[in-house]
């Protein structure tokens, strides 16, 4: 089974700052990706990022970058440069990359930014 | 714009009346599913077809059923709403489950009201 933890309830960050949101995950599998989804109060989520087990680099995606730290099982997002409409609900997730499988996700941190 | 489209944005129904929600997708995607989002809560898978394999989760309410009838439609029906199913309805979908860096795509949500 998979588990992702996001210890991070809540964030505030100023406008043009860079913010960091935390994601730990727990799998036995070694072959894996991971997600970054940015949910706004409309409702739609919305796919900013991804990151394979076995990816060498990390991941950059514009201003969304992934900080993958395999050893320690975390996939951190960094947002660069915050703007207002990035203030959002952040969900971390990851699926096996085994025959058939589906995501788990996190929890979720809410970002605020602030003008 | 290949996407993926819920309908209603918003339903409102009885305690106890069924309701159907339904999802389309032009991605010609081969999986679909259906997540129940509860405020401030993580996305709840309830089932997903595979073309037309059901897929059902094993903590999903009988109540929850689904319908494919192609592969571009896909419908969620609450055969007698209790007040607990108030909730985000979320359709996603992806080309093939458990593979690589395809990212599930979601819709906008149907936000599910009960009186």
């Known amino acids: 089974a998979q588990k992702i933890t996001q210890t991070q309830p809540g964030m505030f960050v100023q406008e043009k700052e860079a913010v960091t949101l935390d994601c730990t995950y727990d799998?036995?599998?070694?072959?894996?990706?991971l997600f970054w989804y940015k949910q706004p109060s409309s409702g739609e989520m919305i796919f900013l990022i991804y990151?394979?087990?076995?990816?060498?680099q990390n991941a950059t995606e514009g201003r969304y970058s992934l900080n993958f730290q395999k050893a320690r099982k975390s996939a951190n997002l960094v947002i660069s440069a915050s703007q207002l409409g990035d203030s959002a609900m952040y969900f971390c997730?990851?699926?096996?990359?085994?025959?058939?499988?589906?995501?788990?996700f996190g929890k979720g941190t809410m970002l605020l930014v602030s003008p | 714009d290949a996407m993926v489209i819920q309908n209603p944005r918003y339903q409102v129904t009885q305690f106890g009346k069924p309701v159907t929600l339904s999802c389309s997708q032009t991605?010609?995607?081969?999986?679909m599913y259906w997540y129940q989002q509860k405020s401030s809560q993580a996305p709840k898978l309830l089932f997903h077809?595979?073309?037309?394999?059901?897929?059902n989760e094993a903590d999903t309410p009988d109540n929850f059923q689904s319908r494919r009838p192609n592969t571009s439609f896909c419908f969620l029906d609450i055969r007698s709403p209790g007040l607990g199913d108030a909730a985000m309805y979320l359709c996603?979908?992806?080309?093939?489950?458990?593979?690589?860096?395809?990212?599930?795509?979601f819709g906008d949500g149907t936000r599910l009201s009960i009186l």
């Open positions: 996603a979908t992806s080309r093939d489950p458990g593979q690589g860096r395809q990212p599930q795509h």
């Open positions: 799998t036995s599998d070694q072959s894996y990706g």
């Open positions: 990151q394979g087990s076995y990816d060498e």
């Open positions: 997730a990851m699926r096996p990359n085994s025959g058939y499988s589906t995501l788990t």
């Open positions: 991605l010609n995607h081969n999986v």
């Open positions: 077809y595979y073309d037309k394999d059901f897929n």
